[in-house]
């Protein structure tokens, strides 16, 4: 069955860095789209990051831009995103996700930016 769970949140001060990861079973990783999505407390899941299924193109909303970096390792079925530059606003539950027949995620991994 397909399974994605996150890992690598936690507390971090604002301007400072987490780096997040994803480890995908159940189904052919090197050739599916994924996606990080976050959900902040009384907010709806908002998209954060894009990969394509090689890894060579990615794409990010302007709240993330230049900031958060998505990327892929097909060998190890793992996705990444690496965190820069941390505000409060970034605080929330991150998940990977995947479309297969029905968009799948993870449980989550909570980001906390605060001083």
């Known amino acids: 069955q397909v399974k994605l769970v996150e890992s690598g949140g936690g507390l971090v001060q604002p301007g400072g860095s987490l780096r997040l990861s994803c480890e995908a079973s159940?189904?052919?990783?090197?050739?599916?789209?994924m996606r990080w999505f976050r959900q902040a407390p009384g907010k709806e899941r908002e998209l954060v990051a894009f990969?394509?299924?090689?890894?060579?193109?990615?794409d990010y909303p302007d709240s993330v831009k230049g900031r958060f970096t998505i990327s892929r390792d097909n060998a190890r079925n793992m996705v990444y995103l690496q965190m820069n530059r941390l505000k409060s606003d970034d605080t929330g539950v991150y998940y990977c996700s995947v479309d297969l027949e029905k968009r799948y995620w993870g449980q989550g991994t909570q980001v906390t930016v605060s001083s």
């Open positions: 990969i394509s299924s090689t890894g060579q193109t990615t």
């Open positions: 159940g189904f052919t990783f090197r050739t599916y789209f």
